[in-house]
């Protein structure tokens, strides 16, 4: 009998080996995050973090006084996260100057629960005004 069964578990091995991994590229997460209330240029931050407020996803770029800028996050799996937003600005020191959490206030409070669902496929769009 073990012999049997050590015999069907090697074979269902072998198949499920030889089935191809599943294509998942995760989603995108994208938006604009509107400036044009923020008097002086500088370099914005996007951060996607977990529940336990690891990051998953970030990226940054310059913007302009009374500007706008679009971001996008890519590969982000499904799930719920915190989508937070920071300013530096322009002193190059990458310290915060001014945070935000979407919907909701600035930092250091947090959200009671994530803030952004990210569905298993497709896109999704997030803006954000200072």
Do not use: H
């Amino acid at each position: 009998m073990k012999l049997k069964t050590g015999a069907i578990l090697m074979g269902l091995a072998l198949l499920l080996s030889a089935c191809p991994a599943p294509d998942y590229d995760g989603v995108t997460v994208t938006g604009t995050i509107d400036l044009t209330a923020v008097g002086t240029g500088g370099t914005c931050y996007v951060v996607l973090q977990n529940d336990v407020y690891a990051v998953v996803a970030e990226t940054s770029g310059a913007y302009a006084a009374g500007g706008t800028l679009p971001y996008t996050l890519g590969n982000v799996l499904q799930g719920s996260y915190y989508l937070y937003v920071w300013l530096d600005y322009g002193a190059g020191d990458a310290v915060p100057d001014e945070e935000r959490y979407y919907g909701s206030g600035i930092l250091p409070n947090p959200p009671a629960s994530p803030n952004v669902t990210v569905p298993f496929s497709g896109t999704v769009t997030v803006n954000l005004s200072f």
